[in-house]
């Protein structure tokens, strides 16, 4: 064994300076699924003034517009960062045998995040947001002014950024093996991406790119928000946790390095896609649909790779739950690129542009993959960061069955309302005529939407009575195994 492999071991087994720092991975969750349950009341309570239901009429700062902000703005940064951070700092250490670079600087950076995702929200609701799709953080030093209200939120926020990738990257750099899991290249990959994205797209269309190429600027951010931050952070956190859970090594090596260079070659001309049929260069709208219709290939490559894995292990699927939450997400993703790649050419978008298809599509990425991967990793990890056994395992199960059927409702409802509103659109029907064909297709959008919050809530009241309740954690009981050998071993 080499010294630096002694060197790791060792520090598994110091008690007083263990590889994983639990608190900040637990706190970090926690974070993240408060800020998930308050991104999910803002969507409720903006689907329910589509169909002219004001449960706080005359306050403003609960309008539609403003909680539409604070609901995509929590579920990117409050939600999504908190957990894949918070996973990151599990997985980084136990994948290079070193620790993040500085255990005091990640709690800085855990607060400051939270107090910069708050004033983002508060900022919202105030109605102080910035002209840019999310990139909403209502603030920017402008030359010449000051207002109480204008902190620095973006600049912090890049500042953040980078301070992360130092804890993240320093384990890298210095890791005790000499060859870097797969993982290990998506999450590098990842924070440089992430800062790169979140400078281009708060910086570049508010301060120096006027007309379409700041718009052309924000779609590509819109769009690698997606494809170079929550993508590969999602897919590198799947290669970690899948072959654990499984047992068993990924199918195919090459595939994950072909789906990592395709991914880093096709994602980042994507973005001008939500921008067709505008002024910008149509050159530059065709190389975007071309682009776009490339990364299909990626994601089959991806995909095959874990079905390929859980060959043989289908039962792992009723086994455990974390896997049912994995593969479901999986099949959605390639049902989302699949769709993507149809919805992007100009004949689709004749049709679907500007209506309901598009929160349909974005649900069932954001929340039917991201959000499924977060939310199986964070069943996978509670108990070993509580060391407590779950209170109730039922309570998984109707997490899991609501929001996935609601999510499958809400997606199935609002695609069917995006083609009804295009083609009475395009055969030039009425306004209001298409608003009152949409109402019914709003109500069951609510009602899935009850259907989330409801299962996220036995989720959240599950982890708090498992951090309460004193029966030790056991393993085993996570263990996937073969039906057929228990029957064979008697
Ligand atoms: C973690 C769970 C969720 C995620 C990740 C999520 C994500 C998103 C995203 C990305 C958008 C922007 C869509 C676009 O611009 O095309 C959006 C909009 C929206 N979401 Fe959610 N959402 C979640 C849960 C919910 C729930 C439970 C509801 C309740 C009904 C809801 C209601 C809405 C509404 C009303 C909009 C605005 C749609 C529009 O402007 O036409 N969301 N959500």
């Avoid at 929200?121 to 799709?133: D, T």
């Avoid at 600027?217 to 929550?230: M, P, S």
């Avoid at 292990?313 to 099949?331: D, E, H, K, N």
Wanted: overall charge neutral; proline content about 4%.
């Amino acid at each position: 064994m080499s010294e630096a492999a002694a060197i790791s071991i060792d520090d598994v087994r110091d008690e007083a300076h263990p590889l994983v720092d639990k608190d900040l991975v637990r706190w970090h969750l926690i974070a993240a699924v408060f800020f998930m349950f308050t991104a999910m009341l803002g969507g409720f309570i903006a689907s329910l003034q589509f169909l002219n239901e004001y449960p706080f009429n005359g306050i403003s700062w609960l309008s539609y517009g403003r909680l539409r902000f604070l609901h995509t703005n929590e579920v990117a940064f409050g939600f999504l960062v908190n957990s894949f951070v918070g996973m990151l700092y599990y997985a980084v250490p136990r994948l290079t045998g070193r620790r993040l670079f500085n255990r005091t600087l990640g709690w800085l950076i855990f607060f400051v995040w939270q107090a910069l995702v708050l004033l983002t929200s508060i900022g919202q609701l105030l109605g102080k947001a910035q002209a840019v799709e999310w990139g909403e953080t209502p603030t920017g030093f402008r030359p010449g002014t000051f207002e109480l209200n204008y902190v620095p939120v973006d600049f912090l926020i890049e500042v953040g950024a980078v301070l992360l990738a130092v804890n993240l990257l320093y384990p890298i750099a210095k890791s005790i093996h000499k060859r870097l899991y797969v993982s290990l290249w998506y999450i590098t990959a990842g924070m440089i991406w992430l800062i790169l994205t979140y400078v281009m797209g708060n910086t570049l269309p508010e301060w120096t790119l006027a007309g379409s190429s700041g718009g052309a600027t924000a779609g590509l951010y819109i769009h690698d928000l997606v494809g170079l931050f929550v993508t590969p952070f999602g897919w590198g956190l799947m290669y970690f946790f899948v072959p654990i859970i499984l047992r068993k090594p990924i199918w195919s090596h090459a595939l994950s390095v072909i789906g990592f260079w395709a991914l880093a070659f096709f994602y980042p001309l994507n973005g001008v896609h939500h921008f067709l049929y505008s002024s910008i260069p149509m050159s530059v709208q065709y190389g975007a649909i071309i682009a776009t219709i490339a990364v299909e290939i990626v994601v089959t490559t991806v995909v095959v790779n874990f079905f390929g894995t859980m060959w043989g292990r289908g039962y792992a699927l009723r086994q455990s739950i974390p896997i049912r939450w994995f593969y479901t997400g999986m099949v959605f993703y390639f049902t989302t690129c699949l769709q993507c790649s149809f919805q992007t050419t100009l004949t689709f978008q004749e049709i679907i542009h500007f209506t309901d298809w598009v929160p349909g599509h974005a649900h069932l990425v954001m929340l039917g993959v991201f959000a499924f991967w977060n939310m199986g990793m964070i069943v996978w990890l509670w108990p070993r960061l509580t060391g407590h056994e779950w209170y109730s395992r039922r309570l998984l199960g109707w997490h899991y069955w609501l929001v996935m059927l609601g999510l499958l409702i809400m997606f199935l409802d609002l695609t069917a309302a995006g083609l009804v509103h295009g083609f009475m659109f395009k055969n030039m029907a009425p306004w209001m005529r298409i608003v009152d064909s949409l109402k019914p297709f709003w109500w069951f959008r609510t009602f899935a939407g009850a259907m989330i919050i409801t299962g996220v809530s036995c989720f959240i009241y599950n982890l708090w009575m498992t951090a309460k309740h004193d029966k030790p954690y056991d393993y085993r009981v996570d263990l996937v195994h073969d039906p057929k050998e228990a029957i064979a071993n008697g």
